[in-house]
Every structure is written in C-alpha cells, then in structure tokens.
C-alpha cells in the first residue's frame, strides 16, 4: 500500500515537473516558445443591435498580459452603420437625422488552456457609452450638425475562443452582453442601445518576455 502511495505521489511530481517546464506555444502552423508576458494590439469588428437595427462596429484595442492568464487592455467601439430617427421621433423641423455612438471601457480577459492553439477567454469590459444625434437636413444648422449628446455607463461580459495562427498572432471569435444605464439623450432609450453582440477580431503580439 505505502509502495503504491509513493509511486503515485512520484508521479504526480513528475507531471507537475513537466507542466512547470513546458514552454511550447502550440499553434497552427509552427509551434514556439511560449511568451509568459508582453503587450498586444486587437482590431475587428462586432455585430449587434442598435436603436432596433442590426448595427456594425469597428474594434481596437491595446493591452499586455502577465503570467500567461491574465490580460488587461484600453478597448474603443464605434457604430459604422449610422440609423436614420423617424421624423416624429425627435422635435421638429427636422425630418432626418443620425447616431453617432462609441464606447471606451478597460477589458480584463482570463485565460483558460494558454499554450493550446486554441484558448478559452471569459472577459468584463466596464467603461462608459457616449451617444449623440445628428441633423442630416441643414437648415437652421449645418448638415451634421450636432444637436445634443449624453454619456452613460457600459458592463459588457463576454466569451471568446482564440486561434493561434502563428506565435504572434491569434484569431479571437466570441460574443457576450453590451449593457448601458444612464443616458439622457432625447429620442433613444438604454435598452435601445443594450443588446447581445457577437464579434471577430485579430490579436497581434508586439512584444513579450519568452520563457526559457
């Protein structure tokens, strides 16, 4: 019984050993040596609902990433497909008009299977959503003008897969929650802003200490 314990106990050593040692970075292509900390860059886009309209927005985002796991990173979203207000929607004379709607938020991200090619990442951005209308009829202000703006505060939870192409870059795939509470601009509601989203992005490392 005891010789059992100890050979089970070696084992699990071994393998603890052998964890603590493996430096491989697994990926697609080729693989390399893992990097345990350095900064990246993100860019893609998201997809999703705005003012009851399917809505686009372009991502960037920087950050780094420690002990493997762990990222933090400054993201902005900003609507490209800007949706006109009904007439009656706003005070008159003005029969047409347009959003304009971004986002900045701290993102934090855990990592789950890091030398994997692929990787889990559970994620919460909090930041704040800032929204404003637009004429698109001219008089009496210029076209484009802006007529009234509002920030509020933004929770998005999200979920994403992450393909490792080559050592330093990753292909990242997920969705979550964009939740919005606080705004005071006429003609839009929280809700009207809130909704689930999906999005695809490229991760590009710029930079990291690679284990030895």
Known sequence: MKRSLFTL?????????????DTTQKTLFKNAKVESAGMYFTAGTSFGQFYNSNAILTQFGFGGMINYRYRGSFEFESLVSNENLKPDAIVQPFSRMRWRFSTVAMQFDYTIFPKKVLSLNPGLAVGMGMVSK????????????????????????????????????????????????????????????????????????????TDQ
């Open 134 to 209: 637009h004429s698109l009829d001219g008089a009496p202000f210029d076209t484009d003008a802006q007529l009234d703006d509002s920030n509020m505060f933004m929770l998005r939870p999200s979920l994403s897969v992450n393909v490792n192409v080559v050592k330093f870059l990753a292909v990242k795939i997920g969705g979550g929650y964009r939740y919005l509470v606080g705004s005071r601009s006429q003609g839009i509601s929280d809700n009207q802003m809130s909704s689930p989203y999906g999005f695809v992005a490229l991760r590009l490392e710029i930079g990291g200490r």
């Open 9 to 21: 106990l070696a084992i699990a050593l071994c393998t603890a050993g052998f964890a603590q040692t």
